[in-house]
T-cell receptor, first 110, second 114 residues
Framework: RKEVEQDPGPFNVPEGATVAFNCTYS??????FFWYRQDCRKEPKLLMS???SGNEDGRFTAQLNRASQYISLLIRDSKLSDSATYLC???????????FGGGTRLMVKP | GAGVSQSPSNKVTEKGKDVELRCDPI?????LYWYRQRLGQGLEFLIY????????KSGLPSDRFSAERTGESVSTLTIQRTQQEDSAVYLC????????????FGPGTRLLVL
């Protein structure tokens, strides 16, 4: 089993749709969680951190469920510019080792 | 500098040649990571440096791969006797503090082995 698992997609959605991605992690001792965005042929860039209480940044909402060991990302009112690969990242803190999921590809269409 | 920089941005080499990739992390960042990303694939961890501790080399795919870091600054990733399957984007990232800091990635080096 991979340490961090994501559905690779692609998720094809129309503009304005709401789309949600889930990510599961295997290390119950993991402490920090992030969502990164990676555009085609670009490096990954931080989208948002994921806090225990859940957090929102504009159209993006991230949630953490420690009991079930999964993280979610919700995108509301999808824009064409949201098309990218979304990477789930988990930090085990002990050695500052970050583990990346394989990414979920989102394609927003007109 | 303002961000993580990597050089060269692109490298084309012949099978069997050695290549050296360079990463300049954000000043003051103690941790530095190298990843490999093949076309259409996820990030593959290669090696991790944290301060003066022994590096975590658990992700290096073979003994043809090695990396060094001088103190808390520049790192070089060396691939000896390159093979076609080494073709990928090699990404470097740095992080400031343990715990809740995030990684900042460089733009990557696109390596093509002919």
């Amino acid at each position: 089993r991979k340490e961090v698992e994501q559905d690779p997609g692609p998720f094809n959605v129309p503009e304005g749709a709401t789309v949600a991605f889930n990510c599961t992690y295997s290390n119950s001792a993991s402490q920090s969680f992030f969502w990164y965005r990676q555009d085609c042929r670009k490096e990954p860039k931080l989208l948002m951190s994921v806090y225990s209480s859940g957090n929102e940044d504009g159209r993006f909402t991230a949630q953490l469920n420690r009991a079930s060991q999964y993280i979610s990302l919700l995108i509301r009112d999808s824009k064409l510019s949201d098309s990218a690969t979304y990477l789930c990242v988990v930090n085990d803190n002990a050695g500052n080792m970050l583990t990346f999921g394989g990414g979920t590809r989102l394609m927003v269409k007109p | 500098g303002a961000g993580v920089s990597q050089s060269p941005s692109n490298k084309v080499t012949e099978k069997g040649k050695d290549v050296e990739l360079r990463c300049d992390p954000i000043s003051g960042h103690t941790a530095l990571y190298w990843y490999r990303q093949r076309l259409g694939q996820g990030l593959e961890f290669l090696i991790y440096f944290q301060g003066n501790s022994a590096p975590d080399k658990s992700g290096l795919p073979s003994d043809r791969f090695s990396a060094e870091r001088t103190g808390e600054s520049v790192s070089t990733l060396t691939i000896q006797r390159t093979q076609q399957e080494d073709s990928a984007v090699y990404l470097c990232a740095s992080i400031g503090l343990a715990g809740y800091e995030t990684q900042y990635f460089g733009p990557g080096t696109r390596l093509l082995v002919l």
